[in-house]
T-cell receptor, first 114, second 116 residues
Framework: NAGVMQNPRHLVRRRGQEARLRCSPM?????VYWYRQLPEEGLKFMVY????????ESGMPKERFSAEFPKEGPSILRIQQVVRGDSAAYFC????????????FGPGTRLTVT | AQSVAQPEDQVNVAEGNPLTVKCTYS??????LFWYVQYPNRGLQFLLK??????LVKGSYGFEAEFNKSQTSFHLKKPSALVSDSALYFC??????????????FGKGTKLSVIP
């Protein structure tokens, strides 16, 4: 049973370019979460999605960041016009449901903005 | 609002000795509590969780955690540390009700070093 898949594992972008991060949840999981980890810090919640719906995006920056989880295919975290401060590890997690269900994390995408 | 504190940035312990990694939390409702471990350049691996019931929770790789409601703590423990336990450990909380009930809030992490 494959775990949460993320690609690419490493992504280098110049300032002003777009970054697209992909996440395929565990089989049978329909709840997807995105987190960002800055150096020497814990993970910060960004957004929670179910299929075709954004449930909570309270942790997303208001501009340049967007997320989707289409009916078919992986969840996408999109960062437009990247800046150096966007450099971080971005983790995707999935779960069977809300509440008491634990979240299972992917290996992360490490974004470097040059 | 919910929050987690891990008061120790680093914990050093000799191999074979018991280890404790501390965590305290704050939520407005009742907590769901989780421990995760992160190895270098890897994602987080789930270790254990507390939802309700017995205050002592057993998890993967011989780890356990004790929920203490009066002290709002959820410390991670292991009776005998292994060198392979050396990693970064994160405590996380989720409120069981309200707007943040699906957000995991993480502590900043505690680096555990087990010395041979």
């Amino acid at each position: 049973n494959a775990g949460v898949m993320q690609n690419p594992r490493h992504l280098v972008r110049r300032r002003g370019q777009e970054a697209r991060l992909r996440c395929s949840p565990m089989k049978g999981h329909s709840h997807v979460y995105w987190y960002r980890q800055l150096p020497e810090e814990g993970l910060k919640f960004m957004v929670y999605l179910q299929k075709e719906n954004i449930i909570d995006e309270s942790g997303m920056p208001k501009e340049r960041f967007s997320a989707e989880f289409p009916k078919e295919g992986p969840s996408i975290l999109r960062i437009q016009q990247v800046v150096r401060g966007d450099s971080a590890a971005y983790f995707c997690a999935s779960s069977l449901g809300q509440g008491a269900h634990e979240q299972y994390f992917g290996p992360g995408t490490r974004l470097t903005v040059t | 609002a919910q929050s987690v504190a891990q008061p120790e940035d680093q914990v050093n312990v000799a191999e074979g000795n018991p280890l404790t990694v501390k965590c305290t939390y704050s939520v407005s409702g009742n907590p769901y509590l989780f421990w995760y471990v992160q190895y270098p350049n890897r994602g987080l691996q789930f270790l254990l969780k507390y939802i309700t019931g017995d205050n002592l929770v057993k998890g993967s790789y011989g780890f356990e955690a004790e929920f203490n409601k009066s002290q709002t703590s959820f410390h991670l423990k292991k009776p005998s540390a292994l060198v392979s336990d050396s990693a970064l450990y994160f405590c996380a909380v989720r409120d069981n009700a309200g707007a943040g009930s699906y957000q995991l809030t993480f502590g900043k992490g505690t680096k555990l070093s087990v010395i041979p």
